[in-house]
Structures are given as structure tokens and as C-alpha cells.
């Protein structure tokens, strides 16, 4: 049996020390991942106080920006609403990048939200001074100059929502309504009774033209099989 000598010793405690130090690596470098992931780096109420503050100042300038914001008629309404997003989402979270910090914030989002709407759906007053009221763009194919110079809308604006729901025109429009969600409401012209007695002629005449048709193939065929000359050659 081969001797052990003190340098086996020594390499054995050297080898014991780094497994040592790399569980004592492992373990920290595990606590400190949990911790960034679950304990936030502001305090709770930092945390519930940014988001109230954020939202009700959308509220409000999404209120005085107007509702063709909210309608996105153009690229510059879409970028507006698109940054908006980035530059208010720092101020909601803060200098913290937890997940306990993005649930903490999201719930308060949710709560204040759903206080909100309980309130204004009770408050008619308080409805029509957060979410405004409906404007009507057009009347009877005529546009209301002075609400689309209120919502800073343009005629093209509109004529391309038109042309979204599939009108052609604006003079085909009985009304349109801006709602005050930002969504634009048309409503074609109904025909008038003539148009619709006219309609009805055209189809009526139409059909009797068809059984027309039916008749003097049939009338055709038997006069074929008698063998006598068809009805058109004897009427011609």
C-alpha cells in the first residue's frame, strides 16, 4: 500500500474549500435573484401611490386633448397614444423591476379603475364631466362645421372613417355621432318611398320578363313536338 503524503491532504482540503466556495457562491447568487424577483426596491406605498397618481392624470388629459384622440383618425394621434404608454411607465414603476412590484401596481391600476367606473356609472354629473358628450359631426349629409372645428377633425378625417364602414360619401350619411368612448357612429339614409317604389317596379318587371321567357320556351317545345314551327318563328 502506497504511502499518503501531507501534499495528498493538502489538495484534498484545497479541492473540499472550492466546492465549499462555489456552494456558498451558488446559494448567494440564488438569494439575490429571489430577492430581485420578489422583494421591490421602493416602499408598498410608493407603489400604490404612483400608479393612482398616473391614472388620474391620463384621465384628465386624455380629457382635455379631446376625443379624436381616443378615435386615432390619424399617424399622429397613433404615435401620441403609442409614446404615451412608455412615458408614463416609469413613472409608475419607479427604480424597481420586481415581479411583486409589477403585481403590486397592476392590482392598484385595476382597483382604482374599477372604483372609478362604479362612481361615474352612479354619477351621471360626474359622467358627463369625465367622458364629455357626443358630438354629431353630420346631419342629413350636411357636416356640422362648427363641432368638427370643436374636435379639430377635418373633412378628409372624416371621409376616411367613412370609408372604413364602407360609405362611399358623406352626403350618404343621415348622422354622424362622435361618441365619447372616440368611436365615430354612421348612419346611412334610409331610401325614400319613391326610391323604394321605383326598386320595386324594376324587380317586379324583371320577374314577369323571366316567366316570360319560361313561357315561350315551353309553348317552343310543344309546338316542336307537334311538329309545327315554334311560337317566335310563326309570331315573326
Same mark, same amino acid.
Not at 388620474?56 to 388629459?61: A, H, K, N, T, Y
Not at 376625443?67 to 404608454?85: G, M
Given at each position: 500500500?502506497?504511502?499518503?503524503?501531507?501534499?495528498?491532504?493538502?489538495?484534498?482540503?484545497?479541492?473540499?474549500?472550492? &466546492?465549499?466556495?462555489?456552494? +456558498?457562491?451558488?446559494?448567494?447568487?440564488?438569494?439575490?435573484?429571489?430577492?430581485?424577483?420578489?422583494? $421591490?426596491?421602493?416602499? =408598498?406605498? %410608493?407603489?400604490?401611490?404612483?400608479?393612482?397618481?398616473?391614472?388620474?392624470?391620463?384621465?384628465?388629459?386624455? /380629457?382635455?386633448?379631446?376625443?379624436?384622440?381616443?378615435?386615432?383618425?390619424? $399617424?399622429?394621434?397613433?404615435?401620441?397614444?403609442? +409614446?404615451?404608454?412608455?412615458? #408614463?411607465?416609469?413613472?409608475?414603476?419607479?427604480?424597481?423591476?420586481?415581479?411583486? !412590484?409589477?403585481?403590486?401596481?397592476?392590482?392598484?391600476?385595476?382597483?382604482?379603475?374599477?372604483?372609478?367606473? /362604479?362612481?361615474?356609472?352612479?354619477?351621471?354629473?360626474?359622467?358627463?364631466?369625465?367622458?364629455?358628450?357626443?358630438?354629431?359631426?353630420? =346631419?342629413?349629409?350636411?357636416?356640422?362645421?362648427?363641432?368638427?372645428?370643436? %374636435?379639430?377633425?377635418?373633412?378628409?378625417?372624416?371621409?376616411?372613417?367613412?370609408?372604413?364602414? !364602407?360609405?362611399?360619401?358623406?352626403?350618404? #350619411?343621415?348622422?354622424?355621432?362622435?361618441?365619447?368612448?372616440?368611436?365615430? +357612429?354612421?348612419?346611412?339614409?334610409? $331610401?325614400?318611398?319613391?326610391? %323604394?317604389?321605383?326598386?320595386?317596379?324594376? &324587380?317586379?318587371?324583371?320577374?314577369?320578363?323571366?316567366?316570360?321567357?319560361?313561357?315561350?320556351?315551353?309553348?317552343?317545345?310543344?309546338?316542336?313536338?307537334? !311538329?309545327?314551327? $315554334?311560337?317566335?318563328?310563326?309570331? !315573326?
Amino acid at each position: 500500500m502506497a504511502p499518503i503524503h501531507l501534499t495528498d491532504f493538502n489538495h484534498l482540503h484545497g479541492l473540499l474549500a472550492t &466546492a465549499s466556495d462555489i456552494a +456558498t457562491h451558488a446559494d448567494g447568487v440564488w438569494k439575490k435573484m429571489w430577492r430581485e424577483i420578489l422583494v $421591490p426596491d421602493v416602499p =408598498w406605498i %410608493e407603489k400604490v401611490l404612483r400608479p393612482i397618481f398616473v391614472y388620474f392624470f391620463l384621465i384628465i388629459g386624455l /380629457r382635455i386633448a379631446g376625443k379624436r384622440e381616443l378615435a386615432q383618425l390619424n $399617424p399622429f394621434d397613433l404615435i401620441v397614444l403609442l +409614446t404615451l404608454s412608455n412615458t #408614463v411607465q416609469n413613472a409608475i414603476i419607479g427604480n424597481d423591476n420586481s415581479v411583486t !412590484g409589477g403585481f403590486v401596481g397592476a392590482a392598484t391600476l385595476l382597483a382604482i379603475n374599477y372604483a372609478v367606473v /362604479r362612481v361615474v356609472h352612479r354619477n351621471k354629473t360626474l359622467q358627463r364631466l369625465l367622458e364629455g358628450r357626443s358630438d354629431v359631426l353630420v =346631419w342629413r349629409g350636411k357636416l356640422i362645421d362648427q363641432n368638427l372645428e370643436k %374636435e379639430m377633425m377635418s373633412r378628409s378625417d372624416l371621409a376616411a372613417a367613412a370609408h372604413k364602414q !364602407g360609405i362611399a360619401s358623406l352626403k350618404d #350619411v343621415e348622422r354622424c355621432v362622435l361618441e365619447p368612448t372616440g368611436t365615430i +357612429t354612421f348612419i346611412e339614409k334610409k $331610401p325614400g318611398h319613391d326610391v %323604394e317604389r321605383h326598386d320595386e317596379l324594376v &324587380a317586379l318587371i324583371g320577374l314577369v320578363r323571366k316567366e316570360l321567357a319560361v313561357l315561350r320556351a315551353e309553348k317552343s317545345a310543344i309546338a316542336a313536338a307537334n !311538329g309545327n314551327a $315554334p311560337v317566335d318563328a310563326v309570331v !315573326g
